[in-house]
């Protein structure tokens, strides 16, 4: 079974962008969540989408935003880009919101650069 | 609030050492624990889970046991390997009377072992 993807693996974008990235969940996981990931911060949550709904998000401004397809795909959208956006963002499937003894698997990321 | 700490890294091991990797959390209910692993330029990959007290989980000759009573989950090895090398996280995920959290991590301990 494939793993989940992510594209574009790298993007570099100057300030005041905005970008766009995509996550395929593994085939048959509903749920996908995002991270951001940097040296300072560590890990973070972003949000977490079910059956096309957001169901939690973390504490990050709304320049991030994101949504679910029906085929359970997601994007994550970054508006008017800070260079402090710079990270690479994880995304992780897992094979639904419900249930404690799912699993998330994580996806390669995809290392944004803000100049 | 909920969070895991894990020791400060660089950790420098010659091949075949004994490894542990502390990890200690705070959590407001009944967590599920994690280890990943993150390999140079790679996402995250599950190392082992538990998701009650006095689980031990294992893989890959890694195992760390789930001990409520100094709400600890230590990573532990008996011989490490150079293909080993990697950043590992501790993580855990509140149990929301059945419905699933987001994933807070640790900072990260970065392993090293040398030939």
């Known amino acids: 079974k494939a793993g989940v993807t992510q594209t574009p693996r790298y993007l570099i974008k100057t300030r005041g962008q905005q970008v766009t990235l995509s996550c395929s969940p593994i085939?048959?996981?509903?749920?996908v969540s995002w991270y951001q990931q940097t040296p300072g911060q560590g890990l973070q949550f972003l949000f977490e989408?079910?059956?096309?709904?957001?169901?939690n998000k973390g504490n990050f401004p709304g320049r991030f935003s994101g949504r679910q397809f029906s085929n359970s795909r997601s994007e994550m959208n970054v508006s008017t880009l800070e260079l402090g956006d710079s990270a690479l963002y994880l995304c992780?499937?897992?094979?639904?919101?419900?249930?404690?003894?799912?699993?998330?698997?994580f996806g390669p990321g995809t290392r944004l650069t803000v100049l | 609030g909920n969070s895991v700490t894990q020791m400060e890294g660089p950790v420098t091991l010659s091949e075949e050492a004994f490894l542990t990797i502390n990890c200690t959390y705070t959590?407001?209910?009944?967590?599920?624990l994690f280890w990943y692993v993150q390999y140079p330029g790679e996402g995250l990959q599950l190392l082992l889970k538990?998701?009650?007290?006095?689980d031990k989980g294992s893989n890959k000759g890694f195992e760390a046991t789930y001990r409520k009573e100094t709400t600890s989950f230590h990573l532990e090895k008996g011989s490490v390997q150079v293909s080993d090398s990697a950043v590992y996280f501790c993580?855990?995920?509140?149990?929301?009377?059945?419905?699933?959290?987001?994933?807070?991590f640790g900072k990260g301990t970065k392993l090293s072992v040398k030939p």
């Open positions: 992780a499937s897992s094979l639904t919101s419900g249930s404690v003894a799912d699993t998330q698997y």
């Open positions: 085939s048959g996981h509903r749920s």
């Open positions: 538990a998701t009650k007290a006095d």
């Open positions: 959590a407001t209910g009944y967590p599920s």
């Open positions: 989408y079910f059956s096309e709904t957001q169901r």
């Open positions: 993580a855990l995920i509140l149990n929301y009377g059945g419905s699933q959290g987001n994933l807070i």
